[in-house]
């Protein structure tokens, strides 16, 4: 009961500090007037006797503290004085507290803003159950060797290892599928996933509505029963929760399923290797829908399955991946087809963020540095403001008040500064995230995800307290060396700085200067990259090309003929100058990776051994609208079709790669075996970098496409004038051979290839905008570190004036001293700019990360502007009055 009592008393009389504090100040003034009284009767005068009065009655705060201690909650009412004290301190300066305020706003608003990112793309756990348990299982040579083309494992490899695996607690089967929703008013793409029997359950996944797969629902014959996703069920049918047990149309589906249930949302799709060349695949995308697939007793052996398995509580990788490469070399022995092959593990959070941690992480150091060089500054203008008040803290030593009481009202002086910036970052990274969203759609995966919500709010106050202890920590702790007695006898406030002090100010400069031009090294890479790009010789034409992905979507009786007359009316239209189709359109990522046997080359001895290419399908005048210069042979023509012999065209890499010194035309290919029919090569074409502008170009082989019966391809069309001019002309056409035909994706080749790049034009802007910010926050602070000096250092100048210098001398002097900054900025950062631009070795070409054009072009730019900024100060300088300067001093 007293700790009780004591602790309401102690409350209450926080409550009513004001009042309790101000009986303690009355009581203290009226037995300072008594004493006073009583010395001036003793024969003192005023002055000595008020005097006399303080010194015999002690330090006044030292009483106060002891006096809250023990009558009230002395560490709340603390910090409360600390943050009314430091709230005047910044209204009295609005000028210095705009400036350090708006500084940290822009460090924290750009970490606060990738961090939203890192957030919503990386930190956030797919919606499956432990997904640290779920591992991915793909297919690696055992020699190591790098295979031309992703590969499956047969469903009889992934079935044994659920039966004798005791590492895994499951394991299942998924590929994926794409197809179209028909409908009478036109039809809508959708991709899905087809899973196997124990997907679900492995995965964790629950229906948002209807039922789930049953174990009925996975046999033999037509799929009768999907589950569509929820993200899909909402752009297709509004929500409708009456669409469950309806049956919907598929195209290429000659039984309408009926659909029994709505997958929870979010759901993503695992990746597909073998299906990453599918010109509509997107792996960071909502799965549209869920197929139950049964393995094809007939074709249990060929390898066609993606794996994905749960392992064991408290089974590491490592051991998990022994054990299935045990398994799959045992099955090895007696199956000649699984030779040559073993599995490798990898988590599914660490599959899935592979591509964003590349992106961002990056990105976030380079915010980081950002943040680092603005409380730089700040704390150079808290150490200036520190020199200005060191009076005012001699003062309160001198009356009592302890130094770590002094060092925590610095403290709470910079935490409120940087929660003012904290505040203003915060409302420039929602800014900052919206504008990510829509200059980052095509370099982000996943970045739907990211909302500036929470993370935004959390990290912002997080990086206002790192702030507010960067910058404040220094400053503060100047004060517990400070020399009360010799700060009060110099008079008057003192705004200059010893030799101790611009000392420490030059080191935060030249540390500033290091991480700027870190960061202009690393901006400087990638501008060099993109310049680089920019030259390279695609092998192909871009301009004026217009693309749009189409399908017929009725049976394949209609194939054939929908493809040709929709060639000629679009062909017919006025502007238009080619127009072909074409499966394998560059940068889509989009062929056919195929196993094939080539004349010549001596047959593989294992599965491993055997040759996979990317194969292409195209209609004649493709290489012609493309610009693809015919090297050898013939072009397609249009009675290539599938009562015609087989025939294909090659590019020069193919012709190099297996015939370098014979010509490739009249050679056969095979895709089953050299038992059957080959195919003809009838013709070679120049290469094409037609995967990625920053690859060689690879062997490819072209098929005509009557003969390749594509399901999904583009529609490529060249025009006289811009090709975004004819879009309605061309869907109006289209639609007036099928009505039901799908167009979407129409874009430009022009924009396919921009997106191709869409990771290192992000990567590379943000970069440039913070290298930016940060040469803007550093080339202050060097003036502000120069302006100080040149102040400090007055007296110093006048007699230099006074023993015969010239002005052009002192401007050589305090030049010379920002040039010793700046210099030494650029060389420490020289070195870390080489340290911290191999994380950006993925996103370079043709530059090494440390490249010594960049860093020399860099490092001589910012020390030629950083002069610059030493000009005004070393002006000043000139400008100084021997007679006043001596006469003030």
Same mark, same amino acid.
């Given at each position: ?7 309401? !008393? ?22 300072? =007037? ?65 400036? /350090?305020?708006?500084? %940290?706003? %822009? ?5 606060? /803003? ?13 919606? *499956?159950?432990?997904?640290? @348990? ?25 079935? &044994?290892?659920?039966? &004798? ?37 492995? $995965? ?62 979010? #759901? ?18 909502? #799965? ?5 697939? *049964? ?29 299935? /490469? ?168 003192? +705004? ?15 540390? @500033? ?57 679009? /062909? ?42 990317? $194969? ?14 015919? $090297? ?69 082989? *072209? ?53 191709? !790049? ?24 060097? *003036? ?30 305090? !030049? ?6 700046? =210099?030494? +900025? ?64």
């Amino acid at each position: 009961m007293r700790a009780l009592r004591r602790a309401w !008393l102690r409350g209450w009389t926080f409550i009513t500090r004001r009042s309790g504090d101000q009986r303690l100040r009355e009581e203290v003034e009226q037995h300072l =007037a008594l004493e006073t009284e009583a010395n001036i009767r003793a024969g003192m005068t005023p002055a000595q006797a008020l005097r006399t009065a303080r010194m015999k009655f002690g330090p006044v705060e030292a009483i106060r503290e002891s006096y809250h201690s023990e009558e009230g909650l002395p560490a709340m009412e603390t910090i409360l004085q600390n943050c009314i004290f430091a709230m005047r301190m910044m209204r009295k300066s609005p000028a210095f507290t705009a400036v /350090a305020a708006l500084t %940290l706003a %822009l460090g924290i608003g750009a970490t606060s /803003a990738v961090f939203s990112l890192i957030q919503g793309v990386l930190l956030t756990p797919p919606p *499956y159950d432990k997904p640290d @348990q779920l591992v991915l299982v793909s297919a690696v040579r055992t020699d190591k060797q790098k295979m031309d083309s992703a590969r499956g494992w047969a469903a009889q490899q992934w079935m &044994d290892w659920g039966k &004798d695996a005791t590492s895994l607690q499951g394991v299942a089967g998924y590929g994926w599928t794409f197809n179209f929703l028909v409908r009478n008013d036109g039809s809508q793409s959708m991709q899905g996933m087809e899973v196997s029997k124990d997907y679900s359950r492995l $995965m964790g996944l629950k229906t948002a509505a209807g039922r789930g797969f049953e174990d009925s629902d996975f046999a033999p014959g037509p799929v009768k029963a999907i589950v569509l996703g929820y993200e899909f069920w909402q752009r297709a049918f509004a929500g409708d929760p009456q669409i469950i047990g309806k049956t919907i149309r598929i195209s290429r589906w000659d039984t309408p399923p009926t659909v029994i249930g709505i997958m929870e949302p979010g #759901v993503r799709f695992l990746p597909s290797p073998g299906a990453a060349k599918e010109p509509n695949y997107d792996v960071n995308a909502p #799965v549209d829908l869920w197929v139950p697939i *049964y393995p094809d007793p007939k074709n249990l052996k060929d390898p066609g399955w993606n794996v994905v398995a749960r392992l064991r509580d408290g089974v590491s990788l490592q051991k998990g991946q022994q054990e299935l /490469a045990v398994l799959t070399a045992r099955g090895a022995l007696s199956e000649k087809t699984f030779e040559g092959f073993q599995p490798q593990l990898q988590t599914v959070k660490d599959e899935m963020n592979q591509d964003g941690q590349r992106i961002l992480l990056p990105l976030l150091g380079a915010a980081a540095l950002v943040l680092l060089i603005a409380c730089g500054n700040v704390a150079a203008l808290l150490l200036v403001r520190g020199l200005q008040r060191q009076q005012e803290y001699a003062i309160r030593i001198a009356m009592g008040m302890g130094r770590l009481a002094l060092v925590r009202l610095i403290l709470t002086e910079s935490l409120l500064l940087a929660i003012l910036g904290g505040a203003l970052g915060i409302g420039l990274a929602f800014g900052a995230v919206t504008l990510f969203k829509m200059i980052a759609i095509h370099a982000v995966p996943r970045l739907d995800s990211v909302h500036a919500g929470s993370a935004v709010l959390v990290w912002g106050l997080v990086a206002a307290v790192l702030a507010a202890f960067f910058a404040g920590i220094f400053p503060a702790l100047r004060v517990l060396r400070l020399d009360p007695m010799e700060v009060l006898k110099s008079a008057g406030p003192k +705004g200059t700085a010893g030799v101790g002090e611009r000392r420490l100010l030059r080191a935060v400069a030249m540390l @500033q200067t290091s991480l700027t031009l870190a960061l202009l090294v690393g901006a400087g890479l990638l501008i060099r990259t993109m310049a680089k790009i920019a030259v390279v010789p695609s092998g192909y034409s871009t301009g004026q090309i217009l693309t749009m992905s189409v399908t017929d979507v009725q049976n394949g009786s209609t194939w054939s003929s929908f493809h040709h007359h929709a060639l000629e009316r679009v /062909a017919a239209i006025p502007g238009v100058q080619y127009a072909a189709f074409a499966w394998g359109v560059p940068l889509t990522g989009n062929n056919w990776p195929a196993t094939i046997e080539i004349e010549g080359q001596p047959p593989a001895v294992k599965e491993s051994d055997k040759t996979a290419l990317p $194969m292409r399908a195209v209609t004649p005048d493709y290489f012609k609208l493309m610009g693809m210069a015919q $090297m050898n042979g013939r072009e397609f023509r249009s009675t290539d079709d599938d009562k015609a012999p087989k025939v294909a065209i090659v590019n020069h890499a193919f012709a190099d790669r297996f015939f370098p010194h014979d010509s490739a035309i009249g050679r056969k290919l095979w895709f089953d075996g050299r038992d059957k029919l080959g195919i003809t090569i009838v013709g070679e074409i120049s290469d094409g970098r037609t995967d990625d502008l920053t690859q060689k170009a690879s062997s490819e082989v *072209y098929l005509p496409l009557w003969q390749a019966n594509a399901f999904s391809k583009h529609l490529v069309i060249r025009t006289t004038a811009d090709p975004r001019a004819i879009v309605v002309a061309v869907e109006r056409e289209l639609r007036a051979v099928d009505p039901t035909a799908a167009i979407e994706n129409v874009r430009t080749l022009e924009q396919i290839r921009d997106d191709s !790049l869409a990771s290192r034009t992000f990567a590379m802007r943000l970069l440039v905008g913070f290298a930016a910010v940060g040469s803007l926050l550093t080339l202050v602070g060097i *003036y502000g570190v120069l302006s100080l000096s040149v102040v400090s250092r007055r007296k110093e100048l006048a007699i230099r004036c006074a023993v015969g210098a010239q002005h052009s001398d002192l401007r050589k002097l305090i !030049l010379g001293e920002g040039f010793r900054v700046i =210099a030494g +900025g650029v060389l420490l950062g020289a070195a870390l700019a080489v340290a911290l631009s191999q994380v950006l070795k993925s996103f370079l070409y043709e530059v090494q990360p440390s490249d010594p054009a960049t860093l020399i072009a860099v490092g001589l730019l910012f020390l030629a502007v950083g002069l610059l900024a030493c000009w005004v100060p070393a002006w000043r300088a000139e400008k100084v009055d021997p007679l006043e300067a001596l006469r003030c001093d």
